[in-house]
Structures are given as C-alpha cells and as structure tokens.
C-alpha cells in the first residue's frame, strides 16, 4: 500500500498525466485484496442541488463511477446510482446506521433547506413518513465515521443559498454538530472527490485547512498556479474573454480562489477555464457565487433587494461627493471673503489658537484643562518614573512656550 | 500674552509621523487602485504591488509609532474623538457651512479634524488587517473565517481605501484654505504670535 506520503504526492503531481482516481483505484484494491484496510460502507446524501457532483463524477472516464463506488468504498445508498429502488433502496440507508454505526462514510451533496423545518426538500420516505433533508442529515450524520461535503452547495451553501435565498439554505457544518470535512467547486472535480475518499478509506482524516478543506487540493491560490500568470506580472492584460494574457481585468477570480485547477485541470485532465480564455468564477470559494458576482468584474456587488451596488459606481459617487463639496466649499468660501481673510492675515497667530474671535471663557476652561491634564501627567511620571521614546521626543522639542 | 511669541504647535514627532503617512497613504492609495482597475498595458503588476507593499510596511510601522507616540505622551485627547466633541458638533458645522462667522475655541483640533483622524485611524487599521491578510493568506486568513472570506475581505479593504480616498481631499483643501499659520506649523513646528 502507498505510504500516506507517497499518496500525497500523487494527488499533487502524478495525477496530471495519469488521471488521480485512475491510479489511486488500482493501489486501493491491491491494499483490500491483501485485506491491509477495511473497505467502508458509504451513504451519499443528496440535498438541494443540481446532481452536480454526482454528474462530475459520472464524466470521470477511466474509470467510471461504477468502479469507484464499487472498488474504493461500499456504496450503500445513492438514490441516483444505485440499483435497488423505493423501500428497498431506503431500507439500506437505515440498515447501514443499524449494522456499521461508526464504520460507514456520509457524504453530502448539496445545501441544507432550512425555511419552514426544511419541508422544500423531502428526500425520502419510510415506514410512512416523510424525510427532509434535514431530518436525514441528521439521522444519518450522528453515527457516521466522516462526513464530507462534497461541492459548493454542501459545504457553504452555494448557489442554492445565493442572494436572495428563499430557501433558507445553508451548508452542511452549519446545521450538524460535528466535524465536517469540505470538498468544494461548483462543480467539485471528480479528482478532489475520490481523492478525499479515498484519503479517508486509507488513512483517515486529510490534514485541512480553516475552512476544513483538504489542503492537498486547496492549499494554494489559482492564480498561484496559473499559466498566464507571468502575464500578470508583466501587466500584459486581456480585455475581453478569449484573448491572451491574463484575465485578471475581466474579473479573474484565481486571487481569491484556493483551488489547483491550473495543474489538475477538467474533463479528464484536458482543460480549465483560464486555458480557453475564460477568467475563474471562484466556484471553490466559501462565498460563492454572492462572493464573486458578476464573474466579468474584478470586485463583487453586494446585493440588496433594491439593487446590486457595484464597487467601482460607489467609489465614483464618492469622489465625486467629494469632489462636489470642495468645490461648492470653496465658492462660498471666496464669496464670503472668508479665504480671503485667512490668507490675507499671513503666518502670524492673532490670538490664543485662531484668528477668530474666541469667547474669553473658553480659553479660561481650555487653560485650566491643560494645567490639569500637565499635572496628571507629571504625577503619573513621577509615579512610573518611566522614560519612554516619547519623554526623549518631548526633550527633544519641549513642548510650551519659547520666548524669542 | 507675550507679543511675538514663538509658540511650539506641532512637535517633531508629530510632523515626522505627519509626513511619512501622507508620502505612504498617497503611494498606496495610486498603487492600490491600480491594482483595482491596471489600465496601462504593459507596465508591470509586479513593481506597482512592491510599491504597495512597501509603502503599506512603512505605513504600518508608521501608525504603531503614531500610536505609541500618542498614548505615552498622553496627547491622544487632542486628536481623538470625545463626547464633548459630539456636542459641539452642530454649532462647529454651522461654523463649515458660513452660518456662522466665528467659531469657539475648541482645543488644539476642531471636532471635524477630531472626527476625521480618528476615523482614519481606525481605518488605517482596517486596511492593515485586511491587507495582511490578502497578502500572507492562510494564518492571517483564518482570524476571519467563517464571517469573511477571502473575496469579502478584499471588498472590505478596497470600500476602507474608498474612505480614506476621498476624506485626505477635503483634508488638504482645509488645510490649505482654513489658516496660514498652522499651514506652516505643520512643516516648521512653531506658530508666531502677534
Ligand atoms: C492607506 C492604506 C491602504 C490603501 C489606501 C490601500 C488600497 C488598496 C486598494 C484600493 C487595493 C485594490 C483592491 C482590489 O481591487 O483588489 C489594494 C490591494 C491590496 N492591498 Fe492595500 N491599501 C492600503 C493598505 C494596505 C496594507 C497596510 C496592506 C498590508 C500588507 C495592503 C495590502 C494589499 C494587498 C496584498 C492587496 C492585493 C489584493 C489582491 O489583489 O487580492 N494594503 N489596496
Ligand atoms: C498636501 C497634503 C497635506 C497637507 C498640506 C496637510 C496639512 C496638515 C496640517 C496643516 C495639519 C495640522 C492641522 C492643524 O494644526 O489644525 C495636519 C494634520 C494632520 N494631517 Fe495632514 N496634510 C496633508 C496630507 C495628509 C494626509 C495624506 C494624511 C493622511 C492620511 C494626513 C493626516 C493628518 C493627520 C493624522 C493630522 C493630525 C496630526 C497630529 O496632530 O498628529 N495629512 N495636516
Ligand atoms: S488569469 Fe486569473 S489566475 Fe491567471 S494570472 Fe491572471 S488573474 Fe491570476
């Protein structure tokens, strides 16, 4: 069996040409075929979503899906890619927490529907009554080994949970209370899923990151990575999708995106975004989509039921605020004949700090405020006898009254 | 009052701390919006982000220091804030807006100057969190998760960069318009009376 170094190894590197999951499968089931690990059973849940990780899988071509939930784990229940259906199918899901409390993984795709106890989301029935997929996550959660969320939705919410989110939903951590591991992407690469799976079957939990992602496939920035990234450093920039250079101007979200898209690439391993023109759309990001719309524009718009308000429309309002009143201020300060007195009255102090008329009380107070505030301080430094950089600065330029 | 008396208005560390964060805000804030929107092709991201950064080091290092300077000389009254200041505030922006000729004698800073350094202090300090954060990524990042992402912290640091962009204006315009004499106090340190 690999050791969990040489594992890591592969799911950085060797993967590119390879493909991960091709030749995690072939050491995975040598390790169960000399019986060095127990194969797991899985239960994968499918929330709100759009099948989307299941689809991502389902395109890994060699070798399929089939493979993997058949060689790497024991897949128990997937109401998509299992044979068995109705009562039956549901019936493995309860058999599994029965028989293999702690043994079996749960992994979730999907957000959690929350509004109304989570009844726009019923996932399935049994013994005559209705699942939410609230319900389910819980039941299933509390006696699995792991829990991994696998794609956007599952572990932030994602675009289910996008502005105006009239569903109430959320990401898996936000509802259970225990340690969930988070495999993200809209969708997540086929790879980030079987490579976290199969991290767990052998040796456990991955080491993550503060979000609890696998650091071994979101330990570094996109733009980290990218091919055109000595195109940013030399400022040579697209300006419309589908040009060379960096698409950093047409709202690049490799910044801000913790993924290795740039060396694992898509569809088997052929391509990414960035290869064919098109900037990131940060799906790997916690925040996505609110956090990274619109995808063509470097800042996102914060969302309100008005409006969108754009960054960049803000920042010119408020210069242009500022611009408005100086110039406004300054009319009416030529046209008062304020400016003109200030300037006409030179460098030379009239009175105690202005030249405008000040009320004798005030000063009186102002006085006495000081002399207060100087004897405080002098009793304080007498009492901390302290001789900071400060005592040395005002020694250097006392402060009080010179007479010339 | 003694005639002609040369009185000390702004101490040198006052006008050192002054003008290192002007030369820093001024370079950060061109480098930093250029790095928002690099509209010239060509000239290199890399030398406009080591300015930032540099400058962004200096200014960091400058606002501890101003910092310092101010809590252990027991100044910080001058410069930040108080309630008194808030009461007074409707009669001094009758004062801005010429309702009124003359205004009263309100200590070394007039509660807008009071306002606008002690908004700028806070966020100078946001956009060195911030910043810190954008730049050494995965321990700085983790002091915000899960309520800020990486995305929104750099949202966050471009509206704090708004902020201070468009108050230093207003800044310089009274500075140069308001009164002559603390103009140059601001370079010489001395004030003349009459
Ligand atoms: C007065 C102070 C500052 C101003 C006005 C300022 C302004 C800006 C602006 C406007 C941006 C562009 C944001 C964007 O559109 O992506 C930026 C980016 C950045 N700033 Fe600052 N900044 C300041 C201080 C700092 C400090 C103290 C640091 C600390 C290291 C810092 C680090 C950064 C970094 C790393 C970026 C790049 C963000 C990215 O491209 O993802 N800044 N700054
Ligand atoms: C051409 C540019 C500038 C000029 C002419 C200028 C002028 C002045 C003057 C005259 C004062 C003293 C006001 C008084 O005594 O009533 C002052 C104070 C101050 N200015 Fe500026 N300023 C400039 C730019 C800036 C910038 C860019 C910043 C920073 C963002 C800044 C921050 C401050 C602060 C914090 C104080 C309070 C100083 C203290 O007592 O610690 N200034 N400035
Ligand atoms: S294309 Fe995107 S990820 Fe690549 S260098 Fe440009 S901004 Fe960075």
Not at chain 1, 54 to 63: E, R, Y
Not at chain 1, 71 to 88: F, T
Request: hydrophobic share 40%; aromatic share 12%.
């Amino acid at each position: 069996m690999l050791t969990r170094r040489e594992f890591l190894k592969l799911c950085t590197t060797a993967s590119l040409s390879l493909g991960l999951s091709n030749t995690l499968i072939s050491e995975i089931a040598q390790a169960f075929a000399q019986n060095l690990i127990p194969k797991p059973p899985l239960i994968w849940l499918e929330l709100g979503t759009c099948t989307g990780e299941s689809i991502s899988l389902d395109n890994a071509v060699s070798p399929d899906v089939r493979v993997l939930f058949q060689e790497i784990v024991d897949l128990k229940y997937h109401w998509l890619l299992m044979q068995a259906q109705g009562k039956r199918a549901v019936q493995a899901v309860f058999e599994t927490i029965e028989n293999h409390p702690n043994e079996y993984i749960l992994v979730v795709e999907g957000s959690v529907i929350t509004k109304d106890q989570g009844r726009y989301n019923m996932v399935f029935e049994y013994n005559n009554k209705m699942y939410t997929g609230i319900d389910a996550l819980r039941l299933i959660a509390e006696k699995a080994k792991h829990v991994i969320a696998v794609g956007d939705c599952a572990a932030y919410g994602g675009p289910t949970a996008a502005f105006p989110n009239p569903a109430g939903a959320v990401g898996v951590w936000q509802v259970i209370d225990r340690k969930v591991i988070n495999v993200p992407g809209c969708p997540s690469n086929a790879d980030w899923m079987t490579g976290t799976i199969a991290h767990v079957v052998m040796y456990g939990e991955p080491e993550l990151d503060d979000y609890n992602q696998p650091k071994m496939f979101f330990g570094q920035t996109i733009h980290d990575l990218c091919h055109r990234r000595s195109d940013f450093e030399t400022g040579k920039f697209a300006s419309y999708p589908g040009e060379p250079g960096c698409l950093f101007k047409v709202g690049c979200k490799g910044p801000v995106t913790f993924a290795d898209c740039p060396v694992r690439q898509w569809n088997n391993h052929i391509n990414w975004p960035v290869e064919t023109g098109a900037p990131c759309i940060g799906c790997a990001n916690p925040g996505f989509p609110d956090a990274t719309m619109p995808f063509f524009q470097h800042l996102p718009n914060i969302q309100t039921s008005l409006k969108p308000i754009n960054p960049l429309t803000v920042g010119k309002i408020a210069g242009a605020i500022t611009a408005l009143g100086i110039g406004s201020h300054l009319t009416f300060n030529v046209l008062t004949g304020r400016l003109g007195k200030h300037w006409l009255q030179g460098t030379v102090d009239t009175d105690e700090t202005s030249q405008e008329k000040v009320k004798q009380e005030e000063i009186i107070m102002h006085k006495l405020d000081q002399v207060l505030h100087k004897q405080e301080t002098l009793i304080d430094h007498n009492l901390c006898k302290k001789e900071g950089l400060i005592n040395k600065m005002n020694k250097l330029v006392p402060r009080g009254r010179k007479k010339i | 009052m003694v005639k002609n008396e040369k009185v000390l208005h702004q101490t040198l560390a006052t006008r050192l701390f002054h003008w290192t964060l002007f030369f820093t805000t001024i370079f950060l804030i061109i480098s930093g919006f250029y790095i928002t929107y690099p509209f010239i092709q060509g000239l290199p991201m890399r030398t406009i982000k080591t300015i930032h950064a540099t400058s962004a080091f200096i200014f960091m290092s400058n606002l501890a220091g101003y910092t310092y300077y101010y809590i252990f000389s027991k100044q910080w009254y001058h410069i930040i804030l108080s309630w008194r200041d808030l009461r007074e505030f409707p009669g001094f922006l009758s004062y801005v807006f010429f309702l009124r000729k003359e205004h009263p004698f309100y200590g070394k800073y007039n509660p807008g100057q009071k306002l606008i350094y002690t908004s700028w202090f806070l966020t100078g300090l946001g956009l060195s969190v911030t910043g810190l954060a954008l730049k050494f990524k995965g321990p700085m990042l983790a002091l915000f998760t899960p309520y800020l992402n990486i995305s929104s912290l750099r949202l966050l640091h471009y509206y704090l960069a708004v902020y201070f962009a468009a108050t230093i204006p207003i800044h310089i315009y009274l500075a140069l318009t308001e009164n002559p004499v603390k103009l140059q106090a601001i370079f010489s340190g001395y004030l003349r009376r009459k």
